[in-house]
């Protein structure tokens, strides 16, 4: 089974709509967060949280608002679609961790849903 | 976190060693080089990460110059699996998680 889940993997919605993306993950990671892309721009952070109480904006917040339920749940919500909202969307979780090169955190990646609002 | 550069698009002929060039000229003293590699449309897939020496693993090496201000990500037998976008990031170890991805270098590997 995957360690990061998204749900639903494609969804087709209307301007106006509510929409929420869910992730879930069983690596037992503190820290998670969500992506979106688009052609040519790479990724771009849309929110973060480094635990249950913690959530923070990342670049691109406008016109998103996220959850995080419990440490394995994060959620992502569009409460009013439209249709530059279009994209691929990315959960992603991280731990600490200190090795021999020093701290450093690997980011987990959820295999995308791709949403388009018409 | 400093900023990166990276060629838009490469190629490698399979079987050959992928040379992946990044200069992040502006990189501070605590902030490490993280490599990612994006198949198409799968979530992107953490390869490499170094702070000032060169570093290998199962996947790949990585090249730091002595100044830091450049890296060379190198697939030593590039396969067709390996045509993905890969993505230089430079930021401060743990401290700062989130991760600012740029465009990065479409790898294609030619047969």
Known sequence: DADVTQTPRNRITKTGKRIMLECSQTKGHDRMYWYRQDPGLGLRLIYYSFDVKDINKGEISDGYSVSRQAQAKFSLSLESAIPNQTALYFCATSDYRVRLAGAYNEQFFGPGTRLTVL | ?111
């Open chain 2, 1 to 111: 976190d400093a900023k990166t550069t990276q060629p838009t698009s490469m190629d490698c002929a399979e079987g050959r060693a992928a040379n992946l060039p990044c200069n992040h000229s502006t990189i501070s003293g605590n902030e490490y080089v993280y490599w990612y590699r994006q198949i198409h449309s799968q979530g992107p897939q953490y390869i490499i990460h170094g702070l000032k020496n060169n570093e290998t693993n199962e996947m790949a090496s990585l090249i730091i110059t002595e100044d830091r201000k450049s890296s060379t990500l190198i697939l030593p037998h590039a396969t067709l699996r390996d045509t993905a976008v890969y993505y230089c990031i430079v930021r401060v170890g743990a401290s700062y998680d989130k991760v600012i991805f740029g465009p990065g270098t479409s790898l294609s590997v030619i047969p």
